[in-house]
């Protein structure tokens, strides 16, 4: 099966029908992207999700990074002990108020070099066997980078209001400016938080062209190395209020 | 074609074969490799260049991130206006003293979506087209990440004697580790450098434990952004300092 199928199968895939279903009594599905890794996709994920779930909306997080998931060491959640339930398909633990899935669960913290066939599969297995129940929003951490399985995500997923993050380094503009271009032409509703930790200007302008909704910028701050693993302490740090901001005014913008 | 057929074929590759020979006259070949993007892999991969060739060698410098090149922007190169000589293939143009290759010749500066294969067949081609000559160092920036692409440019290159590129972040810490790793198993000289933006440990314990030499610690330097672009002020900045110590560390142990 050659990776350039991938788009066209989708349609075929009984997983995905399964996936959709799944996902019937989301109200709002929020995919995290970024167009290179590194510019705290995850921590904001987290955060986003942890602060929604503090404002009272039932709230779900599916870090689907499979190669990578590292949402579960910002949870302060140890994936070889804490295990889903299976109830008409795997029903997420909730960690700190949170409905939390990853594949961690499975691959028992190990980074995992996949093939990009697999990690398509991988991906799509998830969505498939998750059972979310009835929820207000469902963060979701995305593989980094305009590969595929990031951007093949986006048909997975129902109605997706993609949250682009990104940093205003020069190195890394044109690959932000070909997400929200990306983003634009498939015409998802998009929303740009700039994470400011190298300086820079504020990317407003890059918002403005694609017409994506500006969420804020989120500021440097060392304490969140520390505050890992605790998610009391996650929201108690400089870059948790500037993230409680942008949900705040994403929760606004889509009406939950 | 399957991907999971690349490092069965690598060896039926004509391209590949040339490649061997274009690189024939180089010392020593250099990856620069991360477990995740945006630990400043790039930054590191071409302030090493500069450096080393302010240093005396001979010095090339390849882009194999294909996806994103963005090593032409950190050194002033506009990819649209400089292109390089055919000379029994491509001669890479001399830029700040170092010989420079890049996708971005070609793709003008645009971020470009591709597919497994053909990031492979890409970075295949580049690796066969581009001569050269006698260089005592060619450092590769390679795509971050433990996907296949990163993974199967060290068999595409002679004898590599790869740079790690890494931050302390603990949601890092597992695939940094697992790059290590990986180059053990290949039995790939290996060194480990890493990037103090984030604060935390200097994952001395790691580089011990893999049998990498340490090369030292990349301080948080934000005056960086203001130098893309500019060789000269690149090499004045604080995290050239280190990269530079780090370098003349590398060199000793390379003999050249």
Chains 1, 2 share one sequence.
Do not use: C
């Amino acid at each position: 099966m050659s990776p350039g199928m991938a788009r066209g199968e989708a349609v075929l895939d009984p997983r995905l029908a399964g996936a959709r279903q799944m996902l019937s009594r989301v109200r709002a599905v929020v995919p995290v992207m970024s167009a290179k890794g590194g510019v705290g996709k995850t921590l904001v994920a987290v955060i986003a999700a942890l602060h929604a779930a503090r404002r009272g909306r039932r709230t779900g997080l599916l870090d689907l990074d499979v190669t990578s998931p590292s949402a579960h060491i910002a949870l302060g959640v140890d994936p070889g002990s804490l295990q889903p339930e299976e109830k008409n398909g795997v029903v997420p633990p909730l960690v700190a108020g949170v409905r939390f899935m990853t594949v961690a669960y499975y691959t028992w913290d190990r980074p995992t070099p996949l093939r990009g066939q697999a990690v398509d599969d991988a991906i799509r297995e998830v969505l498939a066997v998750t059972n979310w129940g009835e929820l207000d929003l469902l963060i979701v951490d995305t593989p980094p980078g305009l590969r595929d399985e990031a951007l093949d995500t986006l048909e997975y997923l129902p109605d997706p209001r993609v949250v682009a993050v990104a940093t205003p380094s020069r190195l890394a503009r044109a690959g932000v400016e070909r997400l929200l271009a990306l983003l634009e032409e498939q015409g998802q509703p998009r929303y740009l938080l700039v994470n400011m930790y190298a300086g820079g200007d504020g990317l407003e302008d890059l918002a403005e062209k694609y017409g994506a909704r500006y969420l804020g910028r989120v500021r440097l701050d060392p304490s969140v190395e520390e505050a890992l693993g605790d998610p009391e302490k996650l929201l108690s740090t400089g870059m948790a209020r500037d993230v409680a901001e942008a949900v705040d005014r994403l929760l606004e913008d889509l009406g939950i």
